[in-house]
């Protein structure tokens, strides 16, 4: 999955510092148990509670694209496609795009050719406790 770099601010010491992942890893980064700040403290608690994104870029550019397996890619630029299929498309931001009826979000990887090939974000994938 391509990267986006993600500002964001602490709003508890307000330091504001850049995340570089995928939309999904910056999710998993706000779900996180703890987090330590780089302005000095350390929260026992999930970043998403108290930090606040700023800014999200579009994802960098593939030079070489191809499908990653796992994703499933669904051209929602094809408006006779999401007509089908009744999404209701609204942007968030930055590219990225939720269907408001199924809730499911679309993010995308361009290709050197700047093609967006858009995909859903996986869900969160559960670990099981051993
Ligand atoms: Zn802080």
């Known amino acids: ?13 307000g330091l504001q510092f850049e995340f570089t992942g995928s ?3 910056f999710n998993d ?16 608690r999930p970043p998403r509670s108290f930090v606040k994104t700023i800014t999200m870029s579009e994802p960098y550019p593939v030079t070489e694209w191809k499908p990653t397996e796992g994703l499933n890619y669904v051209d929602i630029l094809d408006s ?10 609204d942007h968030l931001g930055a590219g990225l795009y939720i269907d408001r009826r199924t809730l499911k979000k679309y ?7 700047g093609y967006r090939h858009y995909f ?3 869900k969160r994938r559960v670990t099981v406790e051993a």
Do not use: W
Request: with cysteine.
């Open 29 to 44: 980064f706000l779900d996180s148990e703890n987090f330590v700040c780089k302005g000095g403290h350390t929260e026992g």
């Open 107 to 113: 993010d995308y990887e361009e290709d050197a050719k």
């Open 23 to 25: 939309y999904e890893h």
């Open 80 to 89: 006779q496609l999401t007509r089908i299929r009744s999404m209701q498309m």
């Open 1 to 13: 999955m391509s990267n986006r770099v993600f500002l964001c601010c602490c709003q508890k010491c």
């Open 120 to 122: 859903e974000v996986p």
